[in-house]
């Protein structure tokens, strides 16, 4: 069974960068991603990663400021976010999918979620 803790959650100023950490446990090769929720707003998707790392795919507003990479050995997946913006705004949450292709993430077969971590994007 898989396992999700985020951190690295906070308050930021527009234009500034956050980098969050999922540390995971009971990995068996899963795919892994990034949703976010927006205050009164549903759960989107915002990045995913394939198992081994070579492989990635974003959300329209992520790709080019976002990126998500992965470290099987420390069993942590990472999200940099660069020139955020107050509508990046909400709780970050990590995900682990069902099988090892990053589509898994993004057709929504996931398996575990980690407990959210928010970042606040504020002048």
């Known amino acids: 069974q898989v396992r999700l803790v985020e951190s690295g959650g906070g308050l930021v100023q527009p234009g500034g960068s956050l980098t969050l950490s999922c540390a995971a446990s009971?990995?068996?090769?899963?795919?892994m991603g990034w949703f976010r929720q927006a205050p009164g707003k549903e759960r989107e998707f915002v990045a995913a990663?394939?198992?081994?790392?070579?492989?990635?795919y974003y959300s329209d507003s992520a790709q080019g400021r976002f990126t998500i990479s992965r470290d099987n050995a420390k069993s942590t997946v990472l999200l940099q976010m660069n020139s955020l913006k107050p509508e990046d705004t909400g709780v970050y949450y990590c995900?682990?999918?069902?099988?090892?292709?990053?589509?898994?993430?993004?057709?929504?077969?996931?398996?575990?979620w980690g407990q959210g971590t928010l970042v606040t994007v504020s002048s």
């Open positions: 995900a682990a999918a069902r099988g090892s292709p990053f589509t898994d993430v993004v057709a929504n077969a996931l398996v575990a």
């Open positions: 990663i394939n198992w081994s790392g070579h492989s990635t």
């Open positions: 009971g990995f068996n090769n899963n795919a």
